[in-house]
């Protein structure tokens, strides 16, 4: 998101705009969140093992990383990988990410959308905890 969208939202006190594709170190303090997310940009990261690394290191023992996504996304911005698979690769593919990162347990995922709603985007979910 860019600054203006950020700002836009009158529920935020605080936020930053920071590319992780130039700078996958977050700038925030060890053991500093309960919690983080990432909301269908995972496909987008190009050193993505980096990134959840520098996520386990921002959360709290015990914290969670909750990645979602679907399928859809901007081919020309995914990664080769993400557009080589399916569904059930990119789960893979993100379950992996939390494995080589290390600082976290074994990854959960789901797909969150009912399958009795055969249409629109699936919404998948890949989350870990770092250890207690």
């Given amino acids: 998101m860019n600054a203006d969208e950020l700002a ?5 006190t605080s936020w930053l705009v920071h590319d992780l594709n130039a700078h996958p170190e977050l700038p925030f303090e060890d053991a500093a969140f309960d919690a ?3 909301c269908v940009s995972v496909d987008y990261l190009i050193r993505p ?3 959840f690394a520098s996520v386990a290191r921002v959360l709290r023992p015990g ?11 901007f081919p020309t911005k ?3 990988g993400w557009l080589a698979t399916n569904d059930a ?4 593919i ?7 990162a290390g600082g976290f347990g ?10 009795e709603r055969p249409f629109g985007d699936p919404l998948y979910a890949v989350w870990a905890r770092t250890a207690a």
């Fill in 63 to 73: 914290g969670v990383f909750v990645c979602t996504f679907s399928n859809r996304l």
């Fill in 8 to 12: 836009a939202n009158p529920h935020a």
């Fill in 36 to 38: 983080a997310t990432c």
């Fill in 49 to 51: 093992v980096e990134v």
């Fill in 106 to 115: 074994e990854p959960e995922s789901r797909r969150c959308t009912p399958a």
């Fill in 94 to 100: 993100v379950e992996e990410y939390f494995r080589q």
């Fill in 89 to 92: 690769g990119h789960v893979a």
């Fill in 78 to 80: 995914a990664i080769a």
